[in-house]
């Protein structure tokens, strides 16, 4: 069953001015006002973290100053040895890269993707559960911890260039534009963070190459030591998704964002019965069909979103992966 450090449980309930004890207990002023499961290993399932979610939302009508709260109240530190790595790292990039690669070991509920585009990074937060209301608030709190830990860390050098939710704004935008320091927009096709690529070279503040090649060495044992452990071809299809909407992404680029040769990349996907162009369809075909189920995107806009220049390609290639042309899949999706 997926799950969630309690860090993240702790930091929700101070955020909402309570507290959340040892057993599970949410409590304010003295008073229990709501439970959840007692963490087992420092973990909680998913769906109890989301349960509290929901349940703070609902007791509290200014979300924007949950956002907030949380942003303070998370900190990297809470991470334990993934926290201090990201902030050991040399560089904002080498964190974000830690961060993208370690991330599984604090949840399965979610990934972190950095993809470098030109003269704009993306920073990609990307669920791994169903969609329910609780992760629009989740979203929009992992950001903003995010945003404030990197701040923290890098100093006041680093500037975001933007901010973008995939759910509708349901407070007072500018709200959240003042928060980040910078635009904020919704109703977008990922969740992230976008600053300058320059940024990405800035110097982090206690960064120590030994120290985080040491802690680093520590993560990857831990990683390697979890069950399931996704594939190659799970991990490329995780990078490839956030990237369609800029074109077709190139092997060689995501091999390089991978940390390997577009060679071993070939390789190693061999190993798995699998071909690059495979895993791309896969993803192609996945987003696809995600976008169809939602009536607001138009099919030419999901044929742009999924690395297609013309509408006509996109169809004959989605009736190749599904059988189905798109507009029936979406008919027949909407009546489901």
Not at 167 to 194: E, L, M
Not at 287 to 299: C, G, H, P, W
Request: with cysteine.
């Amino acid at each position: 069953m997926p799950s969630v450090t309690n860090a993240f449980a702790r930091a929700m309930a101070e955020a909402a001015g309570m507290t959340l004890t040892d057993e599970g207990a949410l409590c304010s002023n003295g008073t229990v006002v709501f439970r959840v499961p007692k963490p087992v290993d420092g973990q909680i399932a998913d769906t109890d973290y989301f349960d509290l979610i929901d349940w703070i939302r609902d007791s509290h009508t200014d979300e924007v100053r949950l956002v907030e709260a949380y942003a303070s109240a998370i900190q990297t530190d809470d991470l334990g040895v993934l926290g201090l790595a990201i902030k050991t790292a040399p560089t904002l990039r080498a964190s974000l890269r830690r961060a993208e690669r370690y991330f599984r070991l604090v949840t399965d509920t979610a990934v972190y993707q950095l993809v470098e585009k030109g003269e704009i990074a993306f920073w990609v937060f990307q669920s791994q559960t169903l969609h329910r209301t609780a992760l629009e608030l989740r979203n929009e709190c992992a950001l903003a911890g995010f945003a404030r830990n990197m701040h923290r860390f890098v100093g006041p050098g680093l500037a975001l260039h933007s901010v973008s939710f995939r759910h509708a704004c349901r407070c007072d935008p500018d709200r959240y534009a003042a928060h980040f320091g910078c635009p904020v927009k919704f109703n977008s096709d990922q969740d992230a963070i976008q600053l300058k690529t320059e940024m990405l070279d800035l110097s982090n503040r206690l960064g120590d190459k030994a120290v985080s090649k040491f802690l680093t060495g520590h993560l990857e044992s831990k990683i390697n030591l979890l069950e399931g452990s996704p594939s190659l071809g799970c991990t490329l299809l995780h990078h490839l998704t956030p990237t369609l909407s800029t074109g077709l992404p190139q092997a060689a680029d995501i091999a390089r964002e991978m940390g390997m040769s577009e060679r071993t990349l070939y390789r190693r996907l061999a190993k798995e019965g699998l071909t690059f162009r495979d895993v791309l369809a896969k993803a192609q075909s996945s987003l696809a069909q995600k976008l169809l189920r939602d009536d607001k995107v138009s099919i030419a806009e999901i044929a742009f979103l999924t690395g297609f220049s013309e509408q006509s390609t996109f169809t004959r290639a989605f009736k190749r992966w599904v059988g189905k042309a798109p507009a029936q899949f979406r008919q027949q999706s909407s009546t489901v």
